[in-house]
Structures are given as structure tokens and as C-alpha cells.
């Protein structure tokens, strides 16, 4: 949707490329928006248990067939991908933006957890893990919008099983990535909820700090899931960044 410079809006667990659509509504009138559906997702051919670097291949076949300058904006477990591509695949990307995202791996007690939700997915099914999911996503505040919440669920209960657990299994078994940010040379972008406790601001600002050149961006009254939560201020900040990221570099016009 839209014109203009390429802007690829990953999503995260357990959801699927509409948790961007108001966002993308807004970038549409600047930008080419494309907002895929991982593996699994939507009308996406689900893979055979996939790793992380499955999903960055999935990202780096959808940005190869791309004009440049192609921008990418990652969300939470979409930010993981990202982070593989950028690991194997950096010239694919003109700039970077990271959502509610973290460098680091699982520890055991956050693997543990992954393999706890799996199981509640194979015995409860999507609506067991949106009545988990949802109360973490969201901000006290945007619990309280009844429309909100309802759009998060239905995003949920159309995840299948298979998929949900596939996920969890990637994220579980995904690489540190905390020594491949200093090589990241694009222009990066750190977005976070201030009330995130999935992904901390902490995780963010130490994305920013690791990255060279790159900016933090801090989103007000939003826990994880910022995009849905505050889109005009999630758009706004991709905008900003990706206007300036994506724009040609002005001509010299000094006389020879």
C-alpha cells in the first residue's frame, strides 16, 4: 500500500501483519508499506519447525525482490529475525528500525517459559494463549479500551496452534545477538513502550547504545505491544526516521 520508498513492518508472537495496520495506514501516504505474514500466518505456507534464521530468510527473500532503498521496521520476535538478517544478509537493508525488542537470548528461566506457553497452546489452543498474552501486551491504560483489546484477541484466535508453537520454539532456541549490533552501519532506530515489561526500555537503550550512530525513541503510556497501543506515535517516530533514512542523498552542486 502507498508510494514511495520500500517500508517492510515485521510482526511479533503471537500475531500476524495486521497488528501494523494502523501505523501502516498513516506511513502509507510517504511510503511503499508492505507488512507480511510469517510462516504459518495468514495465507504464509508454514515451514517445518523453524529457527530464527528461517524467519530472517523469509524477511531477506521479501526484501531481495524489493526496489532500494528498502527500510525495515521489526516488532518483538520480528525484531529477532531482523537481527539474523542483519547478521547474514546486511545489504538488504537501508535502514533499520527495532520495536520492543531485545539482542539477547533466552535464559533458562525464559526457555522454560516458552516451553510452558507451547504447552498451553497444544492444551488450551489460541484463546488460552491471548487470555495470557493480552493482560502482557497491553498497557493498563489500554486494557481499559474495550475496542483494543478486542482487536488484539481476534489477531490471536486466528493464530493456529502449529504456529504458536513453532514461535516459541524459535525464540527459545534463538542466538545472542548483542556482538553482531556494533557491525550493524545503517541508520538504526530503537522504539520502545515506557511501560514494556516483555521487552524493558533497558533492552532498547542498550540497542541504541551498541549500535553505532543509532537513536532511541520512547513511547509514552504503551507497554509491548506500541503499535497498536499509540500508532500515531509509533508512525510518527518510523516516519521521522525513515523519511530522513530513506531520502537521496542531496546533490553536490559545488563547481568542480
Known amino acids: ?8 513492518l515485521v510482526h511479533g508472537y503471537p500475531l500476524d501483519g495486521a497488528m501494523w495496520s494502523g501505523v501502516a495506514r498513516v506511513l502509507s501516504e510517504r511510503f511503499r508499506v508492505l507488512k507480511p505474514d510469517f ?13 530464527i534464521d528461517d524467519y530472517g530468510d523469509f524477511l531477506a527473500a521479501i526484501l531481495a525482490a524489493l526496489p532500494q532503498p528498502r527500510g525495515l521496521a521489526a ?3 520480528g525484531g529477532y529475525a531482523a537481527l539474523s ?52 501486551l497491553l498497557s493498563a491504560d489500554s486494557l481499559k479500551q474495550r475496542d483494543l483489546v478486542e482487536r488484539v484477541r481476534r489477531i490471536i484466535l486466528r493464530q493456529k496452534v502449529e504456529t504458536i508453537v513453532a ?3 524459535a525464540m527459545r532456541d534463538r542466538p545472542d545477538s548483542r556482538a553482531a549490533l556494533a557491525s550493524i552501519s545503517v541508520p538504526t532506530l530503537a522504539v520502545v513502550g515506557d511501560q514494556d515489561a ?13 549500535v553505532p550512530g543509532a537513536r532511541l525513541v520512547t513511547i509514552t503510556g504503551a507497554a509491548h505491544l506500541t503499535p497498536m497501543e499509540r500508532p500515531g506515535a509509533v508512525a510518527a517516530a518510523l516516519g521521522a526516521f525513515f523519511g530522513e533514512a530513506l531520502s537521496p542523498a542531496p546533490a553536490d552542486d559545488r563547481e568542480p
Do not use: H, W
Not at 510462516?39 to 529457527?51: K, L, M, N, R
Not at 546486511?90 to 522454560?112: H, W, Y
Not at 516483555?198 to 551498541?210: C, F, G, H, Q
Open 167 to 169: 514461535e516459541l520454539a
Open 1 to 8: 500500500m502507498g508510494t514511495g520508498p520500500v517500508l517492510v
Open 198 to 210: 516483555l521487552t524493558p526500555p533497558a533492552d532498547s537503550e542498550a540497542i541504541a547504545a551498541a
Open 75 to 77: 516488532f518483538s520476535m
Open 39 to 51: 510462516p504459518g500466518c495468514g495465507e504464509t505456507e508454514a515451514a517445518a519447525e523453524p529457527a
Open 85 to 136: 538478517l542483519m547478521r547474514r544478509r546486511p545489504e538488504l537493508v537501508s535502514a533499520l528500525a527495532l520495536v520492543d525488542t531485545r539482542a539477547s537470548a533466552d535464559d533458562d528461566a525464559g526457555r522454560a517459559k516458552r516451553d510452558e506457553a507451547a504447552e498451553t497452546a497444544r492444551s488450551g489452543g489460541a484463546a488460552a494463549i491471548a487470555d495470557a498474552m493480552v493482560p502482557r
